[in-house]
């Protein structure tokens, strides 16, 4: 973003611009089906004269889409709520008139001598006509989703500033029959535009294809010469330890100047970070737009930006400014990280393997499609999402390709949470032709070709790229999903886009390809994508660098009720294959089923019954995921990516928080797992493990091992060791299976692991309820009511600084009197206290806990200060042997 007013002019002449040079247009808008506009967008956009037609126009949602603005104007039922999507005409059965659309926007902007002003689409789905004052803007409408489109309207404002801007929207060309596929018929993927808006295996069709102004309308003023999409480079040579003093890092600069003016400009082009300045002197010729390069900064004592769990995310800010005799004709601020990635063939594993700082890094990710599927971005919303993610001990991100490259403001919250990202460009395997499909239209070859302007997606590749290239998170660029892009389109992105306009990242022809991973070693390749025993992670091995393998995610009681209408909140019918049966509400939300998973805890009584045995499911099944991949840690594996960590609307799997952003266990489970240095026990042979992720060895730790009587919540001590633990491994230590059998709990029990330091400091502990002979948990289903406790503490208010609001922070104790029974799986929600509605997001170090009798737990609870002033707060609590209870908050 840029910022005019922090630019400190030190030169004397020089002239500092106005405050507020750049803006959103991002309200005032209307829009009206063109169907109901008879006069030209020339006239349309004539300043003062009648606009759209009254009976037609609405208030639009700009940015956003045509549904976005008829759901806010009541006009469509919410599509995300039972089956009310299907109540909403489908672009494919109505054609495409019903959703083509005008939208005008008067706005107050004056010209100034010796300035200029510019217009920025920062994307629109799919093509446009835009008008200004009675102008039309370009000879022919633009198209393509995938690209910034940017005009100097200088010329073009109104002398006395009132300005009106008509946008006329077509959706896709070619919007494809949603017959259920993946990417329904496939001929959505013949357009630059996302494909999963035709419907997929975890969403329904968006009936409009997102068809409208998706993303931000800018005005920005210039003083003459336009700088834009300055070019960062670090470059941090050897082997870096966090923490520790650093040798010096090289930061190279790029920037382009656009001269939109008939004469030669001479002028400063200028660089400044941590108190160093760079300067390089050039002439522009008129009317041009050329990269200049300034050369090279050497940083003494870097700051290194690290991913989540090996060290801190650090963020410098840069200044890239041109001036002239005149002043500051444009500067651009920007953050960014001090980093180098680079990319190694693992020959064992037979995969790639990820270095950061000279440093390996074990891959642990998620999947993830888009923030909201009907493209409703805040830059709250992003990062309360990527926030999570961090939570999770995850350490990257892949944006899948059959959506959108992300937003600017994605990004900025994965620099700031230390989270890499793996982009895939706008392809996918079923739908540009990696397999017969007798849902598409098109065969095999004619979707090979897919989309049908070549040139467009090479004009939109270097845009993107451009866009988001300085984000130190941003580390992989991948070809497309399971499928390369056409041939001619992978040729240039490889030998001449990336070269040119990055050249540092590591570029993967496609998500499972053979320059990613190998499956030669006896592995099953991608996947699985659903329910499995625990210990199948442990056992069967994937493609060694997995880029999918996921499961189930059922929210809990709280979150079914949001979309669920009550006469559809039947549990499902758990069994396997056709034993399964599911409400048709369900079945429409992509629904999944645990086979006889859940059932194992007892008959099922109702849904909130149902839910709250799903969470249990939830946790171990993630759990064991990710200690399964780690215990492999460059033995197998170099790195995993779960499908999915979210979803962007109401589904039924695939997740670690609902679309509402309500957590569930899978997150929590999933944290367990992934923790940085981890105590982890493998329950397909009974044996105790850690795994070290950091990159130093770790010595000196105590390792206890029990197991607890689930009846009495008394302790068998198994073991108690002190051991090390290398860097950057995972390590068997012992078997506890002869222990167990010995001990003959035919019901269950639990086994807890803990794992302190000399000082007796516990560092991570893991507590596992197995099932007895039968394989189900009878033990769990006897257990006496809990008798825990609940004490809740008001920390001061704090500003975490980087795009989040201020927050507050409360301390909630669980204690557990001595002689009580276990207190198993204890959720904890923030609530209003009047309502019981949950405040959403709200951030827990951990969830669903069990407290062992004679011991405490304290959760930490996070949550954004102004959404709740003056309200009354509660702590919302209940657990497996817990009934509800609702603590006010002091």
């Known amino acids: 973003m840029k910022y005019w007013w922090s630019l400190l002019i030190t030169c004397s002449g020089f002239l500092p611009l106005a405050a507020q040079q750049r803006y959103e247009l991002n309200s005032g808008w209307t829009a009206a089906p063109a169907s109901a506009v008879t006069i030209s967008g020339e006239t349309l956009s004539l300043p003062g004269k009648p606009g759209l037609p009254g009976e037609a126009a609405m208030p639009a949602v700009v940015p956003g889409t045509v549904l976005t603005t008829l759901l806010d104007n009541k006009k469509v039922p919410d599509p995300f709520y039972g089956m009310n999507n299907k109540q909403i005409p489908d672009i494919y059965f109505t054609g495409p008139a019903a959703y083509t659309y005008w939208f005008v926007k008067d706005f107050k902007e004056k010209a100034e001598p010796g300035g200029e002003v510019w217009l920025q689409f920062r994307g629109i789905n799919y093509s446009a006509e835009i008008f200004l004052n009675g102008k039309r803007l370009d000879p022919s409408p633009i198209k393509g989703m995938f690209l910034r489109k940017i005009y100097n309207i200088s010329q073009l404002l109104a002398k006395d500033g009132k300005n009106r801007l008509a946008v006329l929207v077509h959706p896709p060309d070619h919007v494809g029959n949603p ?9 959505i993927a013949r357009d630059l535009t996302h494909q999963y808006v035709a419907g997929w295996d975890w969403i329904q069709p968006i009936p409009d294809r997102n068809t409208g102004i998706w993303d931000k309308v800018l005005i920005e003023k210039t003083r003459g010469v336009r700088l834009h999409d300055p070019h960062i480079v670090t470059i941090v040579p050897g082997k870096r330890y966090p923490g520790n003093p650093q040798a010096p890092a090289t930061v190279r600069i790029h920037a382009t100047l656009q001269n939109p003016t008939s004469r030669v400009i001479n002028g400063t082009l200028k660089f400044e970070a941590d108190g160093k300045t760079l300067t390089k002197s050039v002439t522009i010729p008129p009317n041009s737009d050329r990269e200049y390069s300034l050369g090279e900064m050497t940083i003494a004592q870097p700051r290194l930006w690290w991913p989540n769990g090996y060290g801190s995310p650090e963020l410098y800010t840069g200044i890239t400014s041109f001036i002239t005799s005149s002043g500051v004709t444009d500067n651009d601020t920007l953050k960014f990280g001090i980093r180098q990635v680079d990319n190694q063939w693992n020959a064992h594993t037979r995969s790639m393997q ?11 990710g998620g999947n993830w499609i888009i923030s909201d599927a009907m493209l409703r971005f805040s830059r709250e919303r992003y990062d309360a999402e990527v926030r999570f993610h961090r939570d999770m001990n995850l350490n990257l991100i892949r944006i899948w390709g059959g959506a959108l490259t992300e937003r600017p403001e994605f990004y900025e919250a994965c620099d700031k949470y230390g989270m890499l990202v793996f982009q895939d460009f706008w392809f996918s395997g079923d739908c540009n032709g990696r397999w017969i499909d007798p849902m598409k239209t098109d065969d095999q070859w004619m979707r090979r070709s897919y989309p049908d302007n070549h040139k467009l997606v090479l004009e939109a590749m270097g845009d993107q790229i451009r866009m988001i290239r300085n984000h130190p998170s941003l580390a992989f660029w991948c070809g497309g999903n399971e499928i390369t892009p056409p041939a001619d389109i992978l040729s240039a992105l490889k030998d001449s886009l990336l070269p040119a306009l990055d050249g540092t990242r590591q570029l993967f022809d496609y998500s499972n390809s053979d320059s990613m991973s190998l499956n030669t070693l006896g592995g099953n390749g991608d996947g699985p994508y659903g329910i ?7 056992q069967h091995r994937t493609f060694p660098y997995n880029s999918e393998i996921g499961s189930v995610g059922v929210g809990d009681y709280a979150s079914l009720k949001k979309f669920i209408p009550a006469e559809n909140l039947v549990p499902p019918v758990e069994g396997r294959g056709k034993d399964n049966q599911v409400d048709s509400v369900w079945h429409y939300h992509k629904y999944i089923g645990y086979n006889d998973q859940v059932s194992r805890y007892g008959p099922v009584k109702d849904v909130r019954d149902f839910a709250m045995k799903a969470q249990l499911v939830n946790y171990d099944q993630y759990r064991a995921l990710a200690e399964g991949f780690t215990a492999r840690m ?5 790195g995993v990516m779960i499908w999915k960590t979210q979803n962007p609307w109401t589904a039924l799997r695939g997740q670690m928080y609902d679309y509402y952003l309500d957590v569930n266990a899978c997150l929590y489970g999933l944290r367990s797992g992934s923790r940085p240095l981890h105590i982890m026990f493998n329950p397909s042979d009974s044996t105790v493990w850690i795994a070290n992720n950091g990159f130093s060895t770790v010595r000196d730790l105590m390792l206890r091992v029990s197991v607890v009587d689930i009846a009495t919540g008394k302790d068998s001590l198994y073991s108690m060791v002190f051991n090390e633990i290398g860097a950057s491994s995972a390590k068997y230590y012992f078997g506890m299976d002869g222990f167990l059998q010995k001990l003959n709990k035919t019901e269950g029990c639990l086994v807890k692991l803990q794992l302190s330091d000399a000082g007796q400091h516990l560092l991570d502990e893991n507590i596992y309820w197995l099932p007895g002979r039968n394989g189900k948990y009878d033990a769990l289903s006897r257990l006496p009511p809990s008798k825990l406790t609940v004490k809740v503490d008001r920390l001061a208010e704090h500003q975490p600084g980087g795009n989040a609001t201020s927050e507050e922070t409360l301390n909630v104790t669980l204690t557990n009197p001595e002689n009580a029974p276990v207190a198993f799986f204890n ?53 497996w042997n817990l009934e509800h209870r609702i603590v006010p908050v002091p």
Do not use: C, H
């Open 354 to 364: 990820a270095y950061v700082n000279g440093q390996p890094v074990f891959i642990k």
């Open 634 to 638: 460059w033995d197998w594996y170099t």
């Open 532 to 538: 499995q025993e625990n210990g199948y992670f442990w």
């Open 179 to 187: 017959n259920g596929g993946q990417g329904g018929d496939g001929r």
């Open 827 to 879: 959720r904890v929600a923030l609530v209003r206290k009047s309502t019981g509605q949950r405040i959403l997001p709200t951030f827990f170090d951990d969830n669903y806990i069990t407290v062992m009798p004679g011991t405490s737990k304290t959760i930490r609870v996070t949550y954004p200060a102004g959404s709740v002033k003056g309200e009354q707060l509660a702590i919302e609590i209940y657990g």
